[in-house]
């Protein structure tokens, strides 16, 4: 079990601040993505891919310009919907499938976003860096996409 950090839980208490009382999961993902992208270090990417159909259409993010649509099963977005598994990647070049939107992104986690017991979307985070995510960033954004669902689940 990874224990979070004083930073973690930092940022997981800035993130309940900003999230409560609002269910808009548009403004609720907004902000998280900024607050991801701010805090942690080592990222060129923070987004959100909702679900439309079998395709995961962009939502809001900070970073470069991205890919807009991505269907199920297709890329580390797209299998860890599928899934509807964390993925974490070491290595995106090394991913079967791998979509390239900024060449620049040299390593991925994907979380899926459930609410109310349904697969609604992933939170995507890339970094310039091979290995930058460990287990025990794998545990934050978990616990940052639960409390970005459970926000969200109040308007469902």
Known sequence: MTIPS????????ELR????????????????????????PRLNWVGFYFLQGDTLVLGP???QPACTRIA???????T?????????????????GHIVC???SLSEIVVP????GRLH??????SPEHNRFSESDQALIEAVASLYAEACAVSN
């Open 6 to 13: 004083v930073q973690d839980d930092d940022l997981l208490s």
């Open 17 to 40: 601040a900003l999230l409560a009382g609002e269910p808009d999961p548009i403004a609720n993902a907004a902000n998280t993505a900024a607050l991801v992208f701010n805090r942690l």
């Open 61 to 63: 993010f900070q970073g």
């Open 72 to 78: 199920l099963g297709r890329g580390v977005c797209g």
């Open 80 to 96: 860890a919907a599928k899934r509807n598994e964390t993925i974490l990647v070491p290595d995106v070049h090394e991913f079967p």
């Open 102 to 104: 900024d060449s620049a």
């Open 113 to 116: 976003l459930n609410i109310g």
């Open 121 to 126: 979307g992933v939170l995507d985070i890339d």
